[in-house]
């Protein structure tokens, strides 16, 4: 048998139902104000705990000049503006493992190694690639380094 939660109600569906309620009466302002407040930071705690979307970027021939780039040890690159690797085109080998699961051996990816090409490409077509990033225009974030 299957336990069934009952549906908590929306905030603004209770208002909308209850208008005159929520608007006319102190009470009802009040609780209003609380709802909405409750919502605010429920949506606060859920941005926060959101999962980035992005973990690198191809690198743009842009890039190279913008001020928010940062390049490290061992020829790595990042974007302090999105807080992202920035990867030439081509490159980030995915690092696999066995994962062992009741219908057999899986494989997982487990990390990339951002230093080698994902399949064989020429460094020709990888320099056109950064040419033509982003259609050849800057990412919105550039900046120019001065």
């Not at 104000?33 to 705690?45: G, K, N, P, S, T």
């Not at 190279?64 to 390049?71: D, E, F, P, R, V």
């Not at 020429?122 to 001065?146: H, M, Q, T, W």
Request: include cysteine; proline fraction near 3%.
């Amino acid at each position: 048998m299957e336990i069934v939660e009952p549906t908590k109600i929306d905030w603004r569906e209770e208002a909308s139902k209850n208008l005159e309620y929520y608007l006319e009466t102190e009470e009802g302002r009040n609780k209003l104000v609380e709802m909405i407040r409750a919502e605010a930071v429920r949506l606060l705690q859920q941005m926060k705990a959101r999962q980035r979307v992005r973990e690198a970027v191809w690198l743009s021939r842009f890039c190279l000049n913008c001020s928010y780039l940062m390049k490290g040890k061992r020829g790595s690159m990042k974007c302090m503006k999105w807080d992202v690797k920035v990867v030439k085109p081509f490159y980030g080998k995915p690092l696999w493992t066995v994962i062992l699961t009741e219908r057999g051996e899986e494989l997982k990816i487990v990390d990339f190694d951002w230093h080698s090409k994902s399949f064989s490409v020429s460094d020709i077509l990888v320099e056109e690639a950064i040419k033509r990033v982003n259609n050849g225009y800057p990412y919105p974030c550039f900046e120019y380094r001065g």
